[in-house]
Structures are given as structure tokens and as C-alpha cells.
DNA sequence: ATATAATTTTAGACAAAGCTAAAAAATAAA
DNA sequence: TTTATTTTTTAGCTTTGTCTAAAATTATAT
């Protein structure tokens, strides 16, 4: 169907979309792509011909619907296999981000609804990030970013920003797990740090974690 | 490390020397890799560079003690993931070789470590062929072609040769299956097709099918 | 043993996806 | 509103793996 080099720019303009709703820069797309400018422009010209994305010369470029749609399955897959990588073979969240890079191209409908099934329908990544389903559906969950919130404010642990395998394994270290409980016992207004009350400890943590957090009050 | 097409390549030449210890040649690699003569050459060449192959011109190729482990590794992963969607995500044995072939590129030791244990450390594939362990040991098995069997001898069903779709749904359908006890009841020595008796039932089955199902007495 | 056939290799070209360097357009600054 | 800067595009080249057509080699058959 699609080259994995195809895929991976649908994939890279969905994500990149989500935080504006202007169209993706070539330059934040070489960036997001590690490559050039210049092979940006040629791949997303070919994208515009096959119709997956909308692309006006010097104006950036928006995924059409189609585009929409492949890219959402490539990250159902995506999600799928880490949850699978994590639940079943034992892999750390820091550990899968990699592997589902190359595991999200597989093709085969039977593999990932089986998958699915195997897994039964999970909801969510181990990042906290959700599944879409086979028709591209899911709910973004109603979260906010812990520095979001003001002292003495308390949520759930539902999901991470920065996915990157040095943050997680601070989350680890510093027992910061997906479902814990977090409330503020104070912020500080110049730094934007914070002290957290998580379980039974409390910790101080900087405006580089509070950003990186996402809670559900 | 190795490109899909290199792998591929490694694995071609692996299954075409098992059957005989004369170099592969150009022709039968272009015929296993469904491409053209020329393009075996130049690849063969480059696989040489690397040291995986060793070849003459003209002369036929063979793989280098570095190019059969590669090759090993290989077909390891290929069963492993066969293994999987077989026992884990109810594939029937003849849907898994498509989705293995891609799989089997996957790169990540801890993915295959882990896979092999999670599947309790598998012998055999569905097919019944054996998976190379992590340092490429395996056991062939003594194994021999049910039509090498004579009118009385019985044996157990742990392989077949043919792993075509057409194949295998042909041996579901008449309940024919690994581990099962087949017996020759009779053996016609024209056509070399057979009187078996699988199960409770006897069966007439034609060299087509005899040469394809291996058979441990 | 020589002619014919089959196989294999070489030479040159092509598509995909990337790169560099230069030109063009858009944006920001004076 | 010009000038300067940044961003984006174009043009042309590279690599990987493929192809076709022609040449070279090996195998087969008379």
C-alpha cells in the first residue's frame, strides 16, 4: 500500500498537527524526520499526489482524510504492539518506543485485530496515550499537565508528554508509575517547581517534569 | 546491520544449499527471489564484499560461516513469530508464512529473547520444522518422506515439505495434521500414491501428497 | 569436436529516497 | 519600503536494488 517511508511522514505531519491547527512547516517536519528540507518537499509533493495530504507550495501541508485515516491506524499499531512489548514480553516503558517503530509497519488486518483481541482491547499505551480503534476512533482523555495545577489540587497519573527512555527511567527511579496519585503540597511561583505528595512519599520536582505530566483531576 | 533485501538474499541461499552441497546458482536464486539473473549477480557480488558469501564467477555461491549464522538468525525469528500467531493469535498454519516473512526482519535481540520465552521456548514451528536456538544450534530431525514408506510401516506426522496454502488446507480438510499416527496400508507401485490410515479413517493420497508430509518411524 | 543452447555476467538505465548548493519566496528588521 | 534573514523550493547528484539487452562463459548435443 504505502512505503514505510510514506508511512512514517503521515505518521510525523499527525503528530505535529495535533498541537496547531496550522499546517506542519517543511522545516518542522525535517526536523520531527531527521532529514532536509529539501527531501521533505519532495515527499510531501508525492503524498499530495496519492491524495493523502493537502499541500499548497510555501503554505505547509495538512494530512486530508485519508491521510488522517492511514496515519491513525499506523499509530493503533503502533500502541498496540507496546502494549504487547510491555504486558507480555516484559519490556519497560522506556524500552518499547523502538521496537513499535518497526512492528507498526507490519501488514496484515488480521494480525492487529487478533492482536487486539490477544490483548483484549486495551484502551491505552503504557505511556497512557490512547488506541484508536479499527475505524480510527478514540477518546483524548480529559488531562491537564501537572504544572497546570495550583497548590493543593490532586489527580491521577494518566499519561507522560516526553516518552523519551532518560525521562521514563526518572519516572522509575523516582517510583512515578501510570494510576498513581498526585497532589500538590506546594508550588513554587518562581521556578515553577514543585512538592508532590505521590503514594506515601513527598518530592520535589522541577518545571521540566511538571510539563511532562499529564493528570486527570 | 543487514538490509531487508540482504536478509532475504541470505535466507534464499540457506533454504537452496540445505537441499543439495553444490554452490546455489544465479538462476535458481533469481527463481527463489522472484526477480531477474542480472539482479542476483550484483547482489551476490555485494554479499560478497561483506564476507557473507563466498563466490566465483560463473561458479554458483555458498554462504560463509557469517552469512549461515546470519541466515540462522533469520529462519530463528521466522518460526518463533510463526510460532506466535499460531499458538497466541489463532492464525491456522496456512496464514502465518506471509505475515513471518515480514516479522522476521524485525531488529531487536531483546524482542526475540524474550518471544522465545514468553512462547515457553519452542522446538518446532507449526510446520514442524525446528527453530535454530540463540547460537544457531537446531536439531534436524531423522526424519524421512512418507513416500519412502512401505506397504506396513507406521510412522508419526512431523513435517511437511510443501508449505503452500493450497497444501496445507488440503491436509486440514482431511484432518491429516502434526503429531498424528499415519500407517501405509497399501502402496501402488505405478503412481506411488497411497491407502493410508490416519485417525480412525483410511485415505487414498497420491505421490503429490507423499512427498510433501515427512515422517518419523 | 564443434555447433547450439542455456546460463551467467556486464553495461547502461530507472525509480525511490535521500543529499548539497543555489534560487525563489516569505518574513522580519531597519 | 527597501534590505536582510529565514524558510522553502528547485536542480542536479548519490545510493540501493531493480531492470533490459548484449556479451561472455559453460553445458549439451550432434
Redesign the interface.
Same mark, same amino acid.
Not at 507480555?88 to 519490556?91: E, Q, V
Given at each position: 500500500m504505502f512505503s514505510l517511508s510514506e508511512e512514517n511522514y503521515l505518521k510525523a505531519i499527525f503528530h505535529l498537527q495535533k498541537h496547531s491547527k496550522a499546517g506542519v512547516s517543511t522545516n518542522a517536519l525535517a526536523e520531527e524526520m531527521q532529514t532536509k528540507a529539501s527531501s521533505v518537499t519532495d515527499m510531501v509533493k508525492k503524498l499530495s499526489d496519492k491524495k493523502l495530504v493537502v499541500y499548497k507550495k510555501y503554505q505547509g501541508v495538512y494530512l486530508s482524510e485519508a491521510g488522517r485515516q492511514t496515519a491513525l491506524q499506523i499509530v493503533r499499531k503502533h500502541r498496540l504492539w507496546e502494549v504487547f512489548?510491555v504486558e &507480555?514480553?516484559?519490556?519497560s516503558w522506556d @524500552?518499547v518506543h523502538?521496537?513499535a517503530e518497526?512492528?507498526e509497519h507490519? &501488514?496484515?488486518e488480521?494480525?492487529i485485530s @487478533?492482536?487486539d483481541k490477544?490483548l483484549d482491547y486495551p484502551k491505552r499505551d503504557p505511556h497512557g496515550d490512547p488506541i484508536p480503534d479499527a475505524k480510527g476512533n478514540f477518546q483524548a482523555a480529559n488531562k491537564t499537565l501537572l504544572s497546570n495545577l495550583s497548590k493543593g489540587e490532586k489527580g491521577t497519573l494518566v499519561g507522560v508528554k516526553d516518552t523519551s527512555s532518560e525521562f521514563l527511567k526518572y519516572l522509575d527511579k523516582n517510583d512515578i508509575a501510570l494510576g498513581k496519585t498526585i497532589e500538590v503540597l506546594d508550588k513554587e511561583e518562581f521556578d515553577g517547581s514543585m512538592l508532590i505528595q505521590i503514594g506515601d512519599r513527598s518530592l520535589r520536582v522541577s518545571t521540566m517534569v511538571t510539563v511532562n505530566i499529564y493528570i486527570k483531576i
Open positions: 512489548l &507480555k514480553l516484559d519490556f @524500552e523502538e521496537v518497526e512492528l507490519i &501488514k496484515s488480521k494480525l @487478533e492482536l490477544f
